[in-house]
Structure formats: C-alpha cells, structure tokens
C-alpha cells in the first residue's frame, strides 16, 4: 500500500523536473534561436544544448514511479 505521503512526494518530484525543464528550456531556447538566426550552421549545437535539460523531467519522472512502487522503502 502507497502512502500519502508517497504519492504527495512523487507528485513533487515529477512536477519539480517538469517547472525545472521550463525554465532551463526558456533561457537556452532564446538563446539558441539568437545564436542560430546569426549562424545557421550552428544548429546542431543549439539542438544538443536544447535537448540537454529534458534529462530533468525524465529524472523527476523515474523517482516519482519509484516513490510510488516503494523500490527504495
């Protein structure tokens, strides 16, 4: 059986990953869109810094089903 608290918590965590992900992204999109609009060619490297903090929410996402199933209590 799954505690409130548990649920409570992975709650948090996932949406904790996703506002993170949001304000990582807002910075480095602007940022990309100026550096690509100058050189196009740097594209690829706009793409790869984009996609980096998507890692966040798949880390607060993971925790979450762990906080649910009880893997680590």
Request: negative net charge; hydrophobic residues 55%.
């Amino acid at each position: 059986m799954v505690s409130d608290y548990a649920v409570i918590g992975a709650g948090l965590a996932i949406a904790g990953g996703l506002i993170g992900t949001g304000m990582a992204q807002s910075g480095i999109g602007a940022a990309g869109m100026g550096i690509y609009a100058e050189k196009p060619e740097k594209f690829g490297n706009v793409l790869f810094f984009f996609v980096i903090p998507e890692t966040l929410w798949i880390i607060g996402f993971v925790l979450g089903i762990i906080l649910l199933k009880g893997i680590l209590g």
